[in-house]
């Protein structure tokens, strides 16, 4: 917060409020909801500080922000509540609050810090909150918070409006642009820059002053956000709650070597395969391994159709270990389609644990052609194992995406999960 408003409001003493009512205590009832409706969260609200923001001198804020995430000088979560604004609110408003700035730290919005100037800065906290509200869905239909919030459907409307008055950066025959339900930040951060001209931001994206996290991106802001990912989520597993995946995918970021990404990734299986077909895994599951002889493929197993990039750019090992993964896989009853690929696809096969002999070599990387060839297979999921050197740019194929990479590096398209194993 800055003091820059501090020489316009001695001389209008009058605009400075009395002590807020709200304070700290006032939040059992809301911490008592969370609980009830997502006890993840309230794992996670349990190792965050609680504060009091002190918004007296600043009206902009007061009258704006909700609440706000950062990381303390030392090392700790913190979130700030705006006790002007909960004072106002009924106690499930305040829980989806507190909520969605325990988003931003769930979706991994504390560390990272890609995009440096002010125009994508602004289009980007909007392209976030847009995506946990998708997540968050009752901050929509709250009364309350509905039409203050980015939303999805707000941000449409306000597409269409300026598409009609001829401000948005469209080709003359293109349709108006509207955001999906659903989709991912990354999505929404490139369709509002793509269309949205530079100097409409403040009329579109409102003024900057609801930012509400940080833009923390160093090793101590990882290492509190790891540490308390990690413990919210042992706490949610003990007591057999449910974690997003989300969040198991941000602490893998933040802390590469405790999380295994065979575990993330099956959370991503979990996550994206229908429930008719879970029933197939787990009644394969109680039975014997030889049900898996090729040719006695049951209708409606799931299907994971794998790419493994096989250019070189991967080591031994950890094809090894993708190969062991498949094999548990396979057990389970996955049914699992392997396409071999580097600048072309190279082989494609059903994977068959005994009878696999290893992946062909080759050189160069190009990813579409793999991506072609896998949606062939009419998969449940498909999952990309490489280092994200590509020559094209592959389109979205439209079926839940994992990229498990083995280099910080960007996937080439911008869609999917990404899953960074390199050490
Ligand atoms: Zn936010």
Same mark, same amino acid.
């Given at each position: 917060?800055?003091? *820059? ?12 409020? @009395? ?11 809301? /911490? /008592? ?10 794992? +996670? ?6 504060? /009091? ?23 700790? +979560? ?14 499930? *408003? ?14 991994? &919005? ?42 999805? %459907? ?10 009609? %008055? ?39 994206? #409102? =003024?900057?002053?609801? &930012?509400?996290?940080?833009? =923390? ?77 090729? #040719?006695?493929?049951?209708? #409606? ?30 057990? %389970? ?30 050189? #160069?990387?190009?990813?579409? @052609? ?8 009419? @998969? ?44």
């Amino acid at each position: 917060m800055s003091d *820059d408003l501090l020489p316009d409001l001695i001389e209008n003493n009058d605009e400075i409020p @009395p002590d807020p009512k709200f304070n700290l205590r006032d939040l059992e009832d809301a /911490i /008592i909801y969370m609980i009830s409706i997502n006890p993840f969260y309230a794992n +996670l609200l349990m190792q965050t500080d609680l504060s /009091i923001w002190d918004l007296k001198r600043n009206k902009k804020l007061r009258n704006g922000a909700g609440a706000s995430v950062r990381i303390t000088k030392t090392g700790r +979560l913190d979130i700030r509540i705006n006790p002007y604004f909960f004072d106002t609110l009924g106690y499930k *408003d305040q829980a989806l609050i507190l909520m969605h700035e325990l988003a931003h730290v769930i979706l991994g &919005h504390m560390t990272s810090n890609r995009f440096i100037d002010t125009r994508q800065k602004k289009v980007l906290n909007v392209a976030r909150d847009l995506g946990i509200h998708e997540i968050l869905t009752d901050v929509k239909k709250s009364e309350r918070l509905g039409n203050i919030s980015q939303t999805v %459907e707000g941000v449409n409307k306000a597409l269409k409006k300026m598409a009609s %008055e001829g401000r948005l950066l469209m080709q003359p025959d293109e349709s108006v642009p509207q955001l999906k339900n659903n989709d991912t930040s990354e999505n929404y951060f490139t369709t509002l820059m793509k269309y949205i001209p530079e100097g409409e931001d403040d009329e579109f994206f #409102g =003024e900057d002053d609801g &930012h509400d996290f940080g833009e =923390e991106d160093t090793d101590a802001a990882k290492a509190a956000v790891a540490q308390a990912l990690q413990k919210a989520i042992a706490n949610t597993k003990n007591n057999a709650g449910k974690v997003p995946m989300d969040a198991e995918i941000t602490l893998s970021e933040t802390m590469k070597n405790k999380v295994r990404w065979q575990s993330v990734m099956r959370r991503f299986l979990g996550t994206n395969i229908g429930i008719d077909k879970k029933t197939s895994v787990n009644r394969r599951n109680r039975r014997n391994d030889d049900i898996t002889v090729p #040719g006695n493929r049951k209708r #409606g197993n799931p299907v994971i159709a794998s790419i493994v990039d096989t250019s070189g750019s991967m080591t031994k090992e950890e094809l090894a270990q993708i190969v062991a993964e498949f094999v548990k896989l396979e057990k %389970e009853g996955y049914d699992i389609y392997v396409i071999e690929a580097d600048t072309d696809v190279k082989r494609y096969y059903k994977f068959i644990g005994r009878k696999f002999t290893g992946f062909l070599g080759g050189g #160069g990387t190009a990813y579409q @052609p793999a991506i072609t060839k896998a949606m062939s297979y009419r @998969p449940d999921v498909i999952m990309y194992f490489g280092d994200m050197d590509s020559y094209d740019t592959p389109a979205d194929p439209g079926v839940p995406f994992l990229w498990i990479t083995t280099k910080k590096q960007e996937p080439p398209g911008k869609f999917g999960k990404v899953l960074d194993i390199s050490g």
